[in-house]
Nanobody, 115 residues
Framework: QVRLVASGGGLVQARGSLRLSCAAS????????LGWYRQAPGKQRELVAA???????NYEETVKGRFTISRDGTKNAVYLQMNSLKPEDAAVYYC?????????WGQGTQVTVSS
């Protein structure tokens, strides 16, 4: 059974930081591209950051320089370090794992940023 369990969301003031974690099980972790997506009310889900099995990363334009995605194969986990948070970063954040046509989602964790 595949499970992606996200955690680390919460309420933070603008310019603050949060670190999201996502623990994966039931997949061959090392071959998957891992990503963090977010969805704000009334908006489509969007890719925030992704990291390939080889460690290549890409970021949504507005988070470049503020967010960092990383993965730990010893813990089967992916992280999103979010610094200098802005009110517009507020959303439900979802972790994602995809490989060879397979696509799995975590349950989402709420990030709220107060101005």
């Amino acid at each position: 059974q595949v499970r992606l369990v996200a955690s680390g969301g919460g309420l933070v003031q603008a310019r603050g930081s949060l670190r999201l974690s996502c623990a994966a099980s039931g997949i061959l972790f090392r071959v998957y591209t891992l990503g963090w997506y977010r969805q704000a009310p009334g908006k489509q889900r969007e890719l925030v950051a992704a990291i390939t099995s080889g460690g290549d990363t890409n970021y949504e334009e507005t988070v470049k320089g503020r967010f960092t995605i990383s993965r730990d194969g010893t813990k089967n986990a992916v992280y999103l370090q979010m610094n200098s948070l802005k009110p517009e970063d507020a959303a439900v954040y979802y972790c994602n794992a995809r490989s060879a046509g397979l696509n799995y989602w975590g349950q989402g964790t709420q990030v709220t940023v107060s101005s």
